[in-house]
């Protein structure tokens, strides 16, 4: 069959191997490539939950490479379906974190040439470690003073003392003052970008209000796990919460998208 001609504007586009990867080489190739809505089809009787906004989220994740087309959209071949299927057998029936699903996809140890009704065998995972989301805090060298903590996160003094006011970052109380953790430094930073707009500290209250509900309803799943009788009881109980965090951060997202659709409408798929 005759070779479709390059597209010399894409041509020219610096690309990594991904990219290269789910670029139509013929014109058989584009025709069996499917828009999302056809994925969807083809895989929400095996996984009921699949929507528009969690196949664009394991793209942003790097799960999943689609074609672009000149016109914009996306476009999935039979591979990244097989992908698709693969990666959400994987969190549906061995409970795999993302972090590890896209390790072992990223080693080329397992195919992911999955067809609809394969059974998917569980993979053998590598030696556990204990997730980064949950490492122990650095030593106290590493705490931050308010002054290091509001020049590197781009916040004045006062909207420092309003994000301790309304609870979004926490002092730790020493001899010499107040320090900070390196870890409330991630949380003055993404605030910054919300008080740039006009929204002030004493509304960003509500994200933590949200979260400690999050943080106590995911407790109850993850303490159980903490009190069995294993060796590695504790370090399941981490990946469990680790899968979980990004689970609540999928739904949520994909919750504020549908919400801020009906004000943005569409683009793209």
């Not at 500290?201 to 509900?213: D, F, G, N």
Request: net charge negative; charged share 30%.
């Amino acid at each position: 069959m005759t070779n479709l001609p390059p597209n010399p504007a894409e041509s020219s586009k610096p690309s990594d191997e991904s990219d290269n990867a789910s670029i139509p080489q013929s014109a058989a190739d584009m025709l069996a490539m499917v828009p999302i809505s056809s994925v969807i089809e083809q895989l929400e009787d095996a996984f009921p939950d699949i929507t528009v906004s969690k196949i664009r989220f394991l793209e942003s994740r790097g799960l999943v490479h689609p074609h672009r087309a000149d016109s914009g959209y996306r476009r999935y071949s039979p591979s990244d379906i097989g992908r698709l299927r693969w990666v959400l057998t994987m969190q549906r029936d061995h409970f795999l974190p993302l972090r590890v699903i896209k390790e072992r996809l990223d080693s080329g140890e397992l195919t992911t040439e999955v067809d609809e009704g394969d059974q998917v065998p569980k993979p053998e995972l590598p030696a556990r470690t204990p997730s980064s989301r949950f490492r122990a805090p650095g030593p106290e060298t590493d705490r931050l003073t308010p002054e290091d903590l509001a020049r590197m996160a781009g916040l004045s003094a006062a909207q420092l003392a309003d994000l301790v006011k309304f609870g979004l970052v926490e002092p730790v109380e020493t001899d010499e003052g107040p320090r900070y953790e390196r870890g409330e430094l991630h949380v003055a930073k993404a605030t910054q970008a919300f008080l740039a707009h006009g929204i002030e500290a004493r509304h960003l209250k509500a994200w933590r209000v949200a979260a400690e509900r999050e943080a106590g309803m995911l407790e109850q799943i993850i303490m159980p796990i903490t009190r069995q009788s294993t060796p590695d009881a504790t370090t399941r109980a981490r990946e469990v919460a680790d899968e979980l965090v990004d689970k609540g951060n999928a739904i949520r997202e994909a919750i504020i998208v549908k919400v801020l659709r009906e004000s943005l409408g569409y683009s793209g798929d």
